[in-house]
């Protein structure tokens, strides 16, 4: 048997067609837009509108937002976060005595010293789970004489262990975690001689001298966790050298007569930026991981450092004459405004939003 349908029949049915199409449309991206990357947000330690605290700055939206406020004695260093940015550890100085404080963006202090050791120069492992500082119990007033060791916290657990043996070690600097969380590169003096930069296992295991990493500083991990970008004067003027740690090949990237410093590898390993303070007007210049296709991104800026998907550089410079963020495609197009900074402004990272 036939149906028949009047056009108002005929009309309702496209119309209901069309509404399910629509509606279809609007789930998909709906899905897509929850699936996405969201805009790139950077993490800053500044003073800020709102009083010093850790700043979550949308790059695309040029918008700040607090992100963790600092405990209520005084910081005295910048913080580092974890890979995500949503955990921070604060370093500061109660009454004197030295203290470092968790934070958790969504759950507040995970943990907070105590009084019967000082503890300093703490990082968090990239994915926010471990602690690594610096811990002591010994009083005696001279820090030269002071006994420190290199200690490792779960803050899921509350565990707490010493993986370095050593008596009489005094911290250099941060230790510096491997990409993959599995060894840290730690600089310490033991007694009154420079012991230079050691690869210590996360687990407490072996402990290697990198006697080739000294002199150095600004020690930047390759994304694979084979090779160690750095500064260093070791040859009068500030080069960028390359460690490949398998290998023990060390290589003079830049080879140049200005200094070169402040290396930071992309995500993907392939290349480096660094500033320079070249003849041609200095900035931040670009070259690959084999210290070739040298190429200027930007003049006058510095700390640069790559977005999460490689195709920008986030930077700060006083280019017009006031203290501001500012982005560039990585070959040097699309330069703009981000926002304006404080003079007390510092990286941290991005902020890798949950939403």
Known sequence: MKTHFSFPALFLRGALVVACAALISTGSLLILLRTQAPPAAMIVWMRGTQGQALYVIDTQRRVQTPLI????????????????????VFQTSDHGRLTIQVVDARRGVLYSTGTETAERLAALSPDGRQL?????????????????????????????????????????DRPLWSPDGQQLAVRFWSGAQDAGVHLISASGGS?????????????????????????????????????????????????????????????????????????????????????????????????????????????????????????????????????????????????????
Not at 74 to 86: F, K, N, Q, T, W
Not at 285 to 292: C, E
């Open 69 to 88: 406020e600092p405990p209520s004695a005084p910081v005295i260093e910048v913080p580092h976060a974890s890979r995500d940015g949503l955990r921070a």
């Open 132 to 172: 690594a500082y610096w811990a002591t119990n010994d009083t005696r007033l001279s820090i030269r004489f002071q006994s420190w060791h290199l200690a490792i916290r779960d803050l899921d657990t509350g565990e707490s262990r010493i993986i370095t043996e050593q008596n009489a070690l005094l911290p250099y």
């Open 207 to 355: 402990s290697e001298g990198i006697s080739e990493l000294t002199p150095s500083s600004e020690l930047s991990w390759s994304p694979d966790g084979t090779r160690i970008a750095f500064d260093s004067s070791r040859d009068r003027n500030t080069e960028i050298y390359l460690l490949d740690l398998p290998s023990r090949r060390l290589q003079n990237l830049t080879q140049h007569l200005d200094n070169d410093f402040q290396p930071t590898w992309s995500p993907d390993g392939s290349q480096i930026v660094f500033v320079s303070n070249r003849a041609d007007g200095g900035g931040i210049y670009r070259m690959n991981a084999a210290g070739a296709d040298f190429q200027r991104v930007v003049e006058a800026g510095w700390q640069p450092l790559w977005s999460p998907m490689g195709d920008e550089i986030a930077f700060i410079s006083q280019r017009n004459g006031d203290t501001a963020m500012y982005m560039i495609k990585a070959d040097g197009s699309d330069l703009h405004l981000v926002t304006a900074l404080d003079d007390t402004a510092r990286f941290v990272g991005w902020y890798a939003s949950e939403n």
